[in-house]
């Protein structure tokens, strides 16, 4: 049995080779439906690990009090449905202060530009450094990580000491890859001494997380005293089993600074960090589901293409389906071996498919600067549908080659 399959097989491989041409036509049909399957659902999978490395990064028990919830209302001309006001300093500070829930940590921070130019004795960066005002928290709420140094202390916070940390990117773009702990740098005039030096976070759609420095809020907020700055507000909570507590005795604390009557509806936001993550996956899964769409009339057409092609070579071959069966051959040995030239042809294209869909996502996550991964998910959906494309394109032509009348078959010209 396993001898007459071997045999099948290279009878199949044998006319697989005779008829190139087509072969290599056919393979290409497959080999872009799969393409486009692996290829959306690679990029798609490179976006979904980006956002949540970055959102994950900030912990499962961090929320945010922002200026608008995650999800905007607009009302029919693109109008906000309601203004909140700004979350100014005085509300971020007095937050701070009353907010005394257990096992919590409270940050206050704000972007003071992002076109900063850090200057370090002769060089300079170009003008496209984050200032950032930060306290003490702003680390630990965030997710980040000293790479060298140390964090601001309550006394460099309190005391309005010009010490700053810097991301990853200075050590190459100001100090030649020197350690720059205890080394002095200029932003706007000011002199700055380097305390710490943050772990590489990398790029994230084109905002470049390692080229930042960090420096106590008041300094901040000496330097880039614009009118109407919005302030962050990141609350840590060490047990998240008391996180709804925690948002609870925030959103009254803060209601409160607001002075809003019971009745009125809150005029801020408030976000968790896993909270976030689950909307924009919501988001993703219904590109995945576009994808599929997308894919399957692809892969209907590949489908359609290879039958054609395979009943095609089944009227060609009509004398030599009846040669073989006057020689012995049985129905299912006739079926076998078209049954197995569609399974390879089917292989050939979902393989190079998946090739060349994993290139297309790898482009598309380098491009964008996204996280790129090995989509196994996507490469074992590829295979599956490669596999039943050759099943059912290959099960109809392989059965009419198996009832061919012998007779009728070596009378065909």
């Known amino acids: 049995m396993f001898s007459l ?31 486009a399957l692996v290829g959306i659902l690679s990029a798609i999978n490179a976006l979904e690990n980006t956002i949540s490395s970055d959102f994950a990064s900030m912990g499962a028990n961090t929320f945010n009090l922002q200026r608008y919830d995650f999800t905007i209302q607009t009302r029919g001309r693109g109008e906000r449905e309601k203004i909140n006001p700004i979350i100014s300093y005085r509300d971020a500070k007095e937050f ?28 300079k960066t170009d003008p496209e450094v984050n200032v950032l005002g930060v306290n003490e928290n702003f680390l630990a709420n ?13 006394f460099d916070i309190e005391n309005n000491v010009n010490v700053c940390i810097l991301g990853a990117d200075f050590k190459d773009a100001l100090f030649n890859g020197m350690d720059p702990v205890n080394k002095t740098i200029s932003v706007r005039g000011a002199k700055f001494k380097v305390i710490g030096i943050l772990e590489s976070k990398g790029s994230t759609f084109g905002n470049n997380e390692d080229l930042r420095v960090l420096i106590p809020i008041q300094i901040a907020r000496s330097l880039y005293n614009q009118p109407y700055i919005n ?13 709804e507590g925690a948002q609870d005795e925030a959103i009254i604390t803060f209601r409160n600074i607001r002075k809003l009557q019971p009745k009125e509806e809150n005029n801020f936001g408030i976000m968790r960090s896993d909270s976030l993550i689950n909307q924009i996956l919501k988001i993703t899964g219904y590109l995945n589901f576009a994808a ?13 293409a290879l039958m054609n092609i395979m ?40 393989i190079f ?27 074992g959906i590829a295979t599956g ?22 007779i009728e078959s070596l009378r065909y010209e």
């Open 5 to 35: 399959a071997k045999e099948n097989i290279k009878i199949a491989l044998s006319s697989i080779r005779s008829q190139l041409l087509r072969t290599i036509l056919t393979v290409i049909i497959i080999t872009i439906g799969i393409t």
């Open 96 to 123: 701070k202060e009353k907010y005394n829930f257990p096992y919590t940590q409270t940050s206050i921070s704000f972007t003071g530009t992002a076109g900063a130019e850090v200057k370090y004795q002769t060089k």
């Open 142 to 154: 965030s997710g980040l990580e000293i790479e060298s140094g140390r964090n601001f202390s309550y």
């Open 231 to 243: 302030y962050n507000i990141s609350v840590m909570v060490d047990d998240k089993q008391m996180m």
């Open 292 to 304: 599929f769409i997308i894919s399957f009339i692809t892969i209907l057409g590949s489908s359609i």
């Open 311 to 350: 009943l095609v070579s089944v009227t060609e071959r009509t004398r030599e389906i009846g040669v073989r069966k006057a020689l012995g051959a049985k129905k299912n040995t006739i079926a076998f071996q078209f049954f197995s030239e569609t399974i390879i042809i089917g292989q050939l294209g979902g």
């Open 353 to 379: 498919g998946i090739i060349f869909g994993m290139l297309i996502g790898l482009l598309v996550a380098s491009v964008a600067g996204l996280s790129f991964s090995i989509p196994w998910l996507a490469i």
């Open 385 to 406: 549908v490669s596999l039943i494309i050759a099943i059912l394109s290959g099960l109809f032509p392989a059965i009419k080659a198996a009832k061919q009348d012998p």
